[in-house]
């Protein structure tokens, strides 16, 4: 579990050990503690910043979508926008005939149901070929949406009303933000179950060897067609609440930029990682304001350079590619390393402890 | 009845024959062993048993059933497990992993019992762990238990490689050269392995290997073939004096004066 010159010992006196929900002890302390955080966040934090983290919370179950399909199962999708439309397309039409509670569930399943016309095709594809090809997917879901002005209202837009449960109403930015948090630990929890049953072992089986995973009995097929279903959905549950976050909805908010997101969150959170979900959908709602702030501190020359945000998500990019493949995921495990060892640490541990980061799932 | 029976099988790519009409029949208990030279179509019959080529002609009979009906992910549902010969382990998977997806074929728990972790899941897993550890346990790779496979040794990785297979507790293991890249010690190793997992496990083995000390030690019946086609078969002293086996080694034609040293 950690570097060679570890000083802390873990002693493992059952099997169920490693299937626990949080792995150690102390764990469960920071988690709690974590938790009341989330809890009391809308009463101290300022209206503006509440909004943003609503934005965070409906990025995590997006970019959590995404980690199913490619940073799991390894099937690299250029098209989780259309899913995300789908999912806000789809409560948005539904409920004008029927209440939140059940209009949501269904524009999941809408969006997994879709998720899986675009997963047959794509089966036989992998790599830049499978990436072109959700690429393409969503261009075309795209272009539905935008014709289909029946159902969609076209590019005119399509005004969504607030959330309703019973009687209660969803009327602040804090009382959509327990709705937001709460399916963002419902997915992730459930992430965590998948990563510890056979289904999750096999997509990453699916990922580091086809040929293998077949020979040990995965079915190919269905476990990626799950995986793309699970995936759609959760990428769909995402864009509901986007919907309801935004309140108004078309087809231009939904485009390849946003796809592109999505992977970013993926790669800069760290692939492979659920913790990486989190931590790079808080990188990508925090940097358009941290590069807000910065322009007040530029050149003006620089700052109103107009592909300044552009180009510094490039920079970014492609240095945790080259630098940090584990993303931040990889840059917390690290630090959480050295203060563990303190003052003892070596800089050669580090090895061990990347390549304990490349699998999360034990 | 035999265990497996392969009749008059062939595989071709482009014009070139891998395996060209090739029948032979295992036992339940045997050990046995497929040898040739490089590019004698040895591997080819592997992907064919594992259904990762599709059969030109003939059949492959699996305790009765038609291999050739089934689907490549169906295989091991059979009971048939195999290696690689260039290692296929998930390498961002640590090894406990690895073998924890060898169990795959026993996993009866549902979609939903996996998703919400329900108590069918949990005791799918843990009787898995179960196996599981009784292996690393029987290999003797407790020390590597928690470490990515692609960190490992490729001796290790081999060894990691069986262990997968194990897990899945075949009738009928296929090992694609064991002993290729191993140690003299490894080797060794390697050698009482295949003799408990025959003896103590009761498991069939089928296996392709060049190192003809460990044919000599573990195999009852040797299948020499060249060319796709069946050169000799019998036990691995026979094979090894067969006039045909001797020239596709070493060159030249049977009767030729050089070939019979």
């Known amino acids: 579990m950690r570097g060679g010159n570890s000083v802390k010992f873990i002693r493992k006196s059952s099997y169920d050990y490693d299937l626990r929900l949080f792995p150690e002890p102390e764990d469960k302390f920071w988690y709690a503690l974590l938790g009341i955080a989330l809890l009391i966040a809308p009463l101290i934090l300022p209206p503006y910043f509440l909004g943003q983290a609503v934005l965070v919370g409906i990025y995590v179950i997006a970019g959590f979508g995404l980690m199913l399909l490619s940073g799991y199962t390894g099937q690299i999708s250029l098209g989780h926008a259309a899913f995300f439309a789908v999912g806000a397309y789809a409560t948005a039409v539904l409920e004008k005939s029927l209440p939140f509670v059940l209009a949501f569930p269904a524009a999941g399943l809408i969006a997994g149901a879709v998720g899986i016309l675009v997963g047959l095709p794509a089966l036989r594809l992998s790599g830049i070929y499978l990436a072109i090809g959700t690429l393409a997917s969503s261009f075309i879901i795209g272009e539905v949406i935008a014709r289909w002005e029946s159902v969609t209202r076209g590019s005119s837009g399509f005004a969504i009303s607030k959330i309703r449960i019973g009687d209660f109403l969803l009327d602040s930015d804090a009382r959509l933000y327990y709705l937001v948090i709460a399916v963002a630990v419902a997915a992730l929890w459930l992430g965590r179950n998948i990563l510890r049953s056979p289904l999750g072992i096999a997509m990453m089986a699916i990922r580091d060897s086809q040929t293998a995973a077949q020979s040990v009995g995965v079915p190919l097929a269905r476990v990626k067609l799950i995986a793309f279903a699970l995936s759609a959905a959760f990428t769909g549950l995402a864009g509901a609440l986007y919907a309801h976050k935004i309140q108004f909805i078309d087809p231009d908010q939904f485009t390849l930029l946003l796809s592109v997101e999505l992977l970013v969150i993926i790669f800069i959170g760290g692939i492979g990682s659920l913790h990486g979900c989190v931590f790079g959908a808080v990188f990508i709602i925090v940097l358009p304001q941290a590069i807000a702030i910065l322009k007040d501190h530029i050149p003006s020359y620089l700052a109103e350079q107009t592909g300044l945000q552009a180009a510094i998500y490039a920079v970014l990019l492609l240095g945790f590619i080259l630098f940090e493949p584990a993303g931040l995921y990889g840059i917390w495990l690290k630090t959480k390393h050295y203060f563990s060892q303190f003052p003892h640490y070596q800089k050669g541990s580090q090895k061990d402890q990347k390549s304990h980061a490349r699998g999360e799932s034990w | ?261």
Request: net charge negative; hydrophobic share 45%; glycine share 8%.
């Open chain 2, 1 to 261: 009845m035999s265990l497996l029976t392969a009749d008059d099988i062939s595989i071709s790519f482009g014009g070139i024959r891998a395996v060209d009409h090739l029948s032979f029949e295992i036992d339940p208990g045997d050990v046995f062993c497929v040898i040739g030279p490089n590019g004698a179509g040895k591997t080819s019959i592997f992907n064919l048993v594992s259904r990762i080529y599709p059969l030109e002609t003939g059949r492959l009979l699996f305790q009765g059933r038609d291999l050739g009906r089934l689907a490549a992910h169906d295989i091991a549902s059979t009971g048939i497990a195999r290696t690689f010969q260039n290692i296929k382990l998930f390498d961002n998977a640590s090894v406990l992993t690895n073998l924890m997806l060898g169990r795959y074929r026993h996993n009866r728990a549902g979609l939903l019992e996996q998703c919400l972790f329900l108590p069918g899941a949990r005791r799918q897993v843990l009787a898995d762990r179960e196996k599981v550890e009784q292996v690393i346990d029987f290999l003797d790779i407790e020390r590597y238990r928690d470490k990515p496979a692609g960190d490992l040794s490729y001796g290790v990785r081999k060894i990691v490689e069986l262990g997968r297979a194990l897990v899945s507790e075949p009738t009928l293991l296929l090992l694609d050269e064991p002993s290729s890249g191993l140690s003299p010690e490894e080797t060794l190793d390697m050698i009482f392995w295949i003799e408990d997992i025959r003896d103590k496990l009761g498991i069939t083995v089928m296996m392709i290997e060049h190192d003809m000390r460990l044919v000599s030690a573990v195999a009852n019946k040797v299948l020499a073939v060249n060319l796709g086609a069946r050169l000799a078969l019998g036990s691995a002293t026979d094979v090894q004096a067969d006039p045909a086996v001797v020239a596709a080694y070493l060159g030249g034609s049977p009767g030729d004066p050089l070939s019979s040293h």
